[in-house]
Nanobody, 115 residues
Framework: QVRLVESGGGLVQPGGSLRLSCKAT????????MDWYRQAPGKQREWVAT???????NYADSVKGRFAISRDNIRRTVSLQMNSLKPEDTAVYFC?????????WGQGTQVTVSS
């Protein structure tokens, strides 16, 4: 069974940094692209970043240059390093993947950027 568990969220001041992690079990992790999405209160879930099985990365324009996605295939973990955080980055952050043509998500981790 596919399971994704995020960690690392919290409260941070504007301009600060956080590092999110997502541990995957139940899949041959190294074969799959991994995504980070986020959902702010009252808004739809939006894509943040993707890292391919070959470690090619892509970012939403809103986070480009501030966020960095990485993966550790041995630990089966995908991470999101978030720098220069802004209040508008406040959201629940989810990691996800597509497995057997189905999307799978973790439970999410809250990131709050506020002074």
């Amino acid at each position: 069974q596919v399971r994704l568990v995020e960690s690392g969220g919290g409260l941070v001041q504007p301009g600060g940094s956080l590092r999110l992690s997502c541990k995957a079990t139940g899949i041959n992790f190294k074969l799959y692209s991994m995504d980070w999405y986020r959902q702010a209160p009252g808004k739809q879930r939006e894509w943040v970043a993707t890292i391919s099985h070959g470690s090619n990365d892509n970012y939403a324009d809103s986070v480009k240059g501030r966020f960095a996605i990485s993966r550790d295939n041995i630990r089966r973990t995908v991470s999101l390093q978030m720098n220069s955080l802004k209040p508008e980055d406040t959201a629940v952050y989810f990691c996800g993947t597509n497995y057997s043509s189905r999307p799978f998500w973790g439970q999410g981790t809250q990131v709050t950027v506020s002074s």
